[in-house]
């Protein structure tokens, strides 16, 4: 069956502006999570829904940073006002529930670059 | 201390040799251990995960859970050239903790 995408695959904007990142999780799963990946880091958790809870901001950098997940399938990151040190590779993921959390499957990821 | 170690390499092999790739941690609440492989600029792929101490198997791949001393490995037989990538240790406590702790990953090539 089709995996979780993402797009844009790569994205290149100026400092300053305001970008979105779209994820599309694997069909039926209703976790889904959001991390950051920078050259030569480890992979840093941003966000997670779990079917219509709340989300778990605690990852989030700074307020510049939100997400939403719309109708529990498709999510958005949105970053306003764009900074160098945001620059990275944001990975998007899904697993079948919250308690598979261990069991993440991952989009291509976004390759997003400030310039 | 880092709660995950992995040591990054770059780990360089000739093709068919057995490859070992490890993480120590340091939290003894994980009990779900995972190993990603992620090819140059794509996402992790979930090799296979493995639940409290022990061994697990999958072809050529061998995961191994050692928790008394907080040590995992991942082995490879057999190597190919197409198993070049970067291996990620992950780490989950389970009881409905949904975050993965990462290690930072291991590159490997393995020369034809």
């Known amino acids: 069956g089709a995996g979780v995408s993402q797009s844009p695959s790569n994205k290149v904007t100026e400092k300053g502006k305001d970008v979105e990142l779209r994820c599309d999780p694997i069909?039926?799963?209703?976790?889904l999570y959001w991390y950051r990946q920078s050259l030569g880091q480890g992979l840093e958790f941003l966000i997670y829904f779990q079917g219509n809870s709340a989300p778990d901001k605690s990852g989030l950098p700074s307020d510049r940073f939100s997400a939403e997940r719309t109708g529990g399938s498709v999510s958005t990151l949105t970053i306003q006002r764009t900074q160098q040190e945001d620059s990275a590779v944001y990975l998007c993921?899904?697993?079948?529930?919250?308690?598979?959390?261990?069991?993440?499957?991952f989009g291509p990821g976004t390759r997003l670059t400030v310039t | 201390q880092k709660e995950v170690e992995q040591d990054p390499g770059p780990l360089s092999v000739p093709e068919g040799a057995i490859v070992s790739l490890n993480c120590t941690y340091s939290?003894?609440?994980?009990?779900?251990f995972m190993w990603y492989r992620q090819y140059s600029r794509k996402g992790p792929e979930l090799l296979m995960y493995t639940y409290s101490s022990g061994n697990k198997e999958d072809g050529r791949f061998t995961a191994q859970v050692d928790k008394s001393s907080k040590y995992i490995s991942l082995f490879i037989r057999d190597s190919q050239p197409s198993d070049s990538a970067t291996y990620l240790c992950a780490l989950n406590s389970g009881a409905g903790s949904y975050q993965l702790t990462f290690g930072k990953g291991t590159k490997l090539s393995v020369i034809p």
């Open positions: 939290n003894s609440a994980f009990q779900y």
């Open positions: 069909s039926g799963h209703t976790a």
């Open positions: 993921a899904s697993s079948s529930s919250g308690l598979r959390s261990y069991e993440q499957y």
